[in-house]
């Protein structure tokens, strides 16, 4: 932790590992070794242990505040959370927490007998978050990457399309979604009348918002939300690549899918890294989608596990089981997340 | 460089499927909030029957709207002038000092951000519960315990992209403030903060939309007298009737600020991505 070391002049890893733990180097570490070096330059200016400067409690008086409402808003109550798990926190202990007994393992076991009501509904309502994170992460980023392919040269009405495509992301997220949940409606929904009185789809309009379609419903609303934001983030990617490297690669004679394959892909490699890592935990944590779509009903098909939680916690006031429930979903982040860094360090240092 | 056709075809082909997509339900929005109420509990059509703007005088009676906006406004405003004041001191110590423990504290607060919402929702819950009836402070159902949530929402990604800001303007500039006789506050006040205004627009964007729209604690800590519009708008279909027309003209209200704001200021929003790298 004092000073930096060598390898901080091009962070591998900038979310979590190096010393810059800003992502704001992934997004630039393309092009800016540089910029890095520069920045681990100023290194030298800290304090010994033993001789400390006047002055060297100001960096932490002005963290102070910071850490505070982190300490209060996330930290607390995240331990408490994981105490809580072990508790028997039902209703009759809910304004008195503090007598609620210990109970060990008990909520966990209760969440992960998969033969009982309760695990099984936990189970399906993992697998199919497993699923609805895959689809939407990767299709998002498909669109993201292909906005912001097409709107890397210039053309007339470029800046007009770049503003179109950040609207969804700028509207405030349970606005867009109410105006899905209209347009899914069965009877006067947009959707439907698109498919079968315009396009002339045979057969009866469907439900989407009950019933097996709530999946499709809820994948299709939560890539709408999501692929802006991999547009933007692709998209000063991009920014940082320089021009002639492509002018160069097409006088060797390179055709466009050749040049993102071996020039956009690789240069983007930083930003797809967090980008990816980003989506996928936004994208399994996602609770507003299905609330605001589906409101008091829970369609089975749209159980994502965010929703199934908080359904589970606060429809019985069960808090110690839902509280068991989301230390199960953290662990699982952890876990996934980790084995994601480790591979893609070791394949950065590889390279 | 010439563009070759594929390209072009892609190029065509991407444009106008996004654009379809990304439209259709902004549309739709739009016009079924001037629609009369009977042509939204119809067969969808494309255009009105008659065109009228009574949606938008009919919203504010069905639901209390305009407390919601109040609520909003207030809960969204506050947030984001306390969260950009704390994010400043935060990420001037981040960018302009070396201290032990900096890697820790930037590590723990981004990661924070990436907790599933519902893990802290309940502790959080019982913990305001508690203060309320061991100490009296009451924050559940009111806009001061909605704040201290919010603001920490958006402290995480406010402190990374303002320190790398920070980065971005040359240590020369305040070294020589030093030089001078000013003090590191001063120096934050007259030096940095002057240079960093479009980091501190985005930043300040970024927190008032996180707060304006934020819906999973807003429907556990909100009560009739702290509601915000991200749980009022939903209230529109407990009512005998649903009105779609005035939940569009609705979400189209709630929508106009932020998304003017953040359209106009979107230069400094991706400035502020690749702050690094710019400068």
């Given at each position: 932790?004092?000073?930096?070391?060598?390898?901080?002049?091009?962070?591998?890893?900038?979310?979590?590992?190096?010393?810059?733990?800003?992502?704001?180097?992934?997004?630039?570490?393309?092009?800016?070794?540089?910029?890095?070096?520069?920045?681990?330059?100023?290194?030298?200016?800290?304090?010994?242990?033993?001789?400390?400067?006047?002055?060297?409690?100001?960096?932490?008086?002005?963290?102070?505040?910071?850490?505070?409402?982190?300490?209060?808003?996330?930290?607390?109550?995240?331990?408490?959370?994981?105490?809580?798990?072990?508790?028997?926190?039902?209703?009759?202990?809910?304004?008195?927490?503090?007598?609620?007994?210990?109970?060990?393992?008990?909520?966990?076991?209760?969440?992960?007998?998969?033969?009982?009501?309760?695990?099984?509904?936990?189970?399906?309502?993992?697998?199919?978050?497993?699923?609805?994170?895959?689809?939407?992460?990767?299709?998002?980023?498909?669109?993201?990457?292909?906005?912001?392919?097409?709107?890397?040269?210039?053309?007339?009405?470029?800046?007009?399309?770049?503003?179109?495509?950040?609207?969804?992301?700028?509207?405030?997220?349970?606005?867009?979604?109410?105006?899905?949940?209209?347009?899914?409606?069965?009877?006067?929904?947009?959707?439907?009348?698109?498919?079968?009185?315009?396009?002339?789809?045979?057969?009866?309009?469907?439900?989407?918002?009950?019933?097996?379609?709530?999946?499709?419903?809820?994948?299709?609303?939560?890539?709408?939300?999501?692929?802006?934001?991999?547009?933007?983030?692709?998209?000063?990617?991009?920014?940082?690549?320089?021009?002639?490297?492509?002018?160069?690669?097409?006088?060797?004679?390179?055709?466009?899918?050749?040049?993102?394959?071996?020039?956009?892909?690789?240069?983007?490699?930083?930003?797809?890294?967090?980008?990816?890592?980003?989506?996928?935990?936004?994208?399994?944590?996602?609770?507003?989608?299905?609330?605001?779509?589906?409101?008091?009903?829970?369609?089975?098909?749209?159980?994502?596990?965010?929703?199934?939680?908080?359904?589970?916690?606060?429809?019985?006031?069960?808090?110690?089981?839902?509280?068991?429930?989301?230390?199960?979903?953290?662990?699982?982040?952890?876990?996934?997340?980790?084995?994601?860094?480790?591979?893609?360090?070791?394949?950065?240092?590889?390279? | 460089?010439?563009?070759?056709?594929?390209?072009?075809?892609?190029?065509?082909?991407?444009?106008?499927?996004?654009?379809?997509?990304?439209?259709?339900?902004?549309?739709?929005?739009?016009?079924?909030?001037?629609?009369?109420?009977?042509?939204?509990?119809?067969?969808?059509?494309?255009?009105?029957?008659?065109?009228?703007?009574?949606?938008?005088?009919?919203?504010?009676?069905?639901?209390?709207?305009?407390?919601?906006?109040?609520?909003?406004?207030?809960?969204?405003?506050?947030?984001?002038?306390?969260?950009?004041?704390?994010?400043?001191?935060?990420?001037?110590?981040?960018?302009?000092?070396?201290?032990?423990?900096?890697?820790?504290?930037?590590?723990?607060?981004?990661?924070?951000?990436?907790?599933?919402?519902?893990?802290?929702?309940?502790?959080?819950?019982?913990?305001?519960?508690?203060?309320?009836?061991?100490?009296?402070?009451?924050?559940?159902?009111?806009?001061?315990?909605?704040?201290?949530?919010?603001?920490?929402?958006?402290?995480?990604?406010?402190?990374?992209?303002?320190?790398?800001?920070?980065?971005?303007?040359?240590?020369?500039?305040?070294?020589?403030?030093?030089?001078?006789?000013?003090?590191?506050?001063?120096?934050?006040?007259?030096?940095?903060?002057?240079?960093?205004?479009?980091?501190?627009?985005a930043v300040a964007i970024y927190s008032f939309m996180?707060?304006?729209?934020?819906?999973?604690?807003?429907?556990?800590?909100?009560?009739?007298?702290?509601?915000?519009?991200?749980?009022g708008l939903q209230l529109y279909s407990t009512q005998t009737n649903v009105y779609w027309?005035?939940?569009?003209?609705?979400?189209?209200?709630?929508?106009?600020?932020?998304?003017?704001?953040?359209?106009?200021?979107?230069?400094?929003?991706?400035?502020?991505?690749?702050?690094?790298?710019?400068?």
């Amino acid at each position: 932790m004092k000073g930096r070391g060598p390898h901080s002049a091009a962070p591998p890893l900038p979310l979590f590992q190096s010393s810059e733990e800003r992502w704001v180097f992934a997004v630039s570490a393309s092009t800016t070794t540089s910029k890095s070096a520069g920045a681990s330059a100023k290194a030298p200016r800290g304090g010994t242990r033993k001789n400390r400067r006047p002055g060297w409690w100001l960096p932490y008086a002005l963290l102070a505040p910071a850490v505070v409402f982190e300490l209060v808003i996330h930290v607390i109550p995240m331990v408490t959370g994981i105490w809580m798990s072990f508790l028997k926190l039902t209703k009759m202990f809910i304004s008195n927490w503090g007598n609620a007994p210990f109970i060990g393992f008990k909520n966990y076991a209760v969440a992960l007998d998969f033969n009982a009501a309760v695990g099984s509904g936990l189970l399906k309502s993992f697998l199919i978050t497993c699923a609805f994170t895959i689809l939407v992460v990767a299709i998002s980023w498909g669109l993201g990457m292909a906005a912001a392919v097409a709107l890397q040269r210039k053309f007339f009405g470029r800046g007009f399309f770049r503003t179109l495509f950040l609207v969804p992301y700028a509207l405030p997220m349970y606005a867009g979604i109410i105006a899905w949940k209209f347009m899914l409606q069965k009877d006067n929904g947009a959707l439907n009348h698109i498919l079968y009185d315009n396009l002339g789809l045979p057969g009866d309009k469907p439900f989407w918002l009950i019933g097996d379609n709530a999946f499709a419903a809820v994948v299709i609303v939560a890539i709408w939300r999501l692929w802006p934001f991999a547009f933007l983030m692709l998209m000063a990617g991009l920014q940082s690549i320089p021009n002639d490297v492509y002018e160069a690669s097409a006088v060797d004679g390179a055709r466009p899918l050749r040049q993102w394959s071996a020039i956009t892909l690789p240069m983007l490699r930083p930003v797809n890294m967090v980008l990816l890592l980003v989506m996928f935990l936004w994208t399994f944590n996602d609770f507003n989608t299905p609330f605001v779509l589906f409101g008091g009903s829970q369609p089975p098909a749209g159980d994502l596990i965010s929703f199934h939680i908080y359904n589970a916690s606060f429809l019985t006031w069960n808090f110690g089981s839902g509280a068991a429930m989301s230390v199960l979903l953290l662990l699982f982040l952890l876990v996934v997340s980790g084995i994601y860094l480790i591979i893609m360090n070791r394949r950065s240092h590889r390279a | 460089m010439r563009e070759t056709n594929p390209a072009k075809v892609f190029r065509i082909v991407v444009v106008t499927f996004l654009t379809i997509f990304t439209v259709i339900p902004v549309y739709v929005m739009v016009i079924s909030g001037l629609k009369p109420l009977k042509d939204v509990q119809g067969a969808f059509s494309w255009w009105p029957s008659t065109l009228t703007v009574q949606p938008y005088i009919d919203m504010w009676q069905t639901v209390p709207l305009a407390s919601y906006f109040v609520n909003s406004a207030i809960v969204a405003t506050v947030a984001t002038v306390l969260s950009l004041i704390i994010a400043i001191f935060a990420s001037y110590a981040i960018s302009r000092y070396q201290f032990r423990g900096r890697s820790l504290f930037s590590t723990t607060v981004l990661s924070t951000q990436m907790l599933p919402g519902v893990l802290f929702l309940l502790p959080l819950f019982l913990i305001f519960v508690n203060i309320n009836t061991n100490f009296g402070i009451q924050l559940v159902g009111t806009r001061t315990g909605l704040i201290i949530t919010y603001l920490t929402f958006s402290l995480p990604f406010s402190i990374w992209m303002l320190a790398g800001y920070f980065d971005g303007i040359p240590r020369e500039l305040d070294e020589a403030a030093k030089v001078d006789g000013c003090g590191p506050m001063r120096a934050l006040l007259t030096v940095i903060l002057p240079a960093a205004r479009p980091g501190l627009v985005a930043v300040a964007i970024y927190s008032f939309m996180t707060s304006w729209g934020e819906v999973l604690f807003a429907s556990v800590m909100t009560t009739d007298a702290n509601r915000t519009l991200a749980v009022g708008l939903q209230l529109y279909s407990t009512q005998t009737n649903v009105y779609w027309n005035q939940i569009m003209a609705a979400s189209v209200v709630v929508s106009i600020p932020i998304v003017i704001g953040f359209l106009l200021l979107q230069k400094n929003f991706v400035a502020g991505l690749t702050a690094g790298a710019v400068k």
